[in-house]
């Protein structure tokens, strides 16, 4: 089986910054992209940031020019780093995967995981 798991949330001031990580590990013969997701209370999960095994990069309007996405393909683990971070980016970050998993017998190709989820909250 494949795990992610997240680090690095907490409370920040606004304006602040944090950085998240999420490594994932188990029987993983490839990743396809990694990606950060978010969701607030009351509010339906939304795309962060999303990295491609090729580099290439994707970000929701409201975190361009904020947040960076980036990846350690040798260590399966990809990174959000969050700079001047307001209020309304108050939410539970998920990490997210598409990959190929390794079984005994087959790969299984077009897989999907999440991670349980990382809490940042940006208050005064």
């Known amino acids: 089986q494949v795990q992610l798991v997240e680090s690095g949330g907490g409370l920040v001031q606004p304006g602040g910054s944090l950085r998240l990580s999420c490594t994932a590990s188990?029987?993983?013969?490839?990743?396809?992209?990694m990606g950060w997701y978010r969701q607030a209370p009351g509010k339906q999960r939304e795309l962060v940031a999303t990295?491609?095994?090729?580099?290439?990069?994707n970000y929701a309007v409201s975190v361009k020019g904020r947040f960076t996405i980036s990846r350690d393909a040798a260590k399966n683990t990809v990174y959000l780093q969050m700079n001047s971070l307001k209020p309304e980016d108050t939410a539970v970050y998920y990490c997210?995967?598409?990959?190929?998993?390794?079984?005994?017998?087959?790969?299984?190709?077009?897989?999907?995981?999440w991670g349980k989820g990382t809490l940042v909250t940006v208050s005064s």
């Open positions: 997210n995967a598409d990959l190929a998993i390794e079984t005994p017998y087959v790969i299984n190709y077009g897989m999907e995981r």
């Open positions: 188990g029987s993983i013969f490839s990743i396809d992209a």
């Open positions: 990295i491609a095994s090729g580099g290439s990069t």
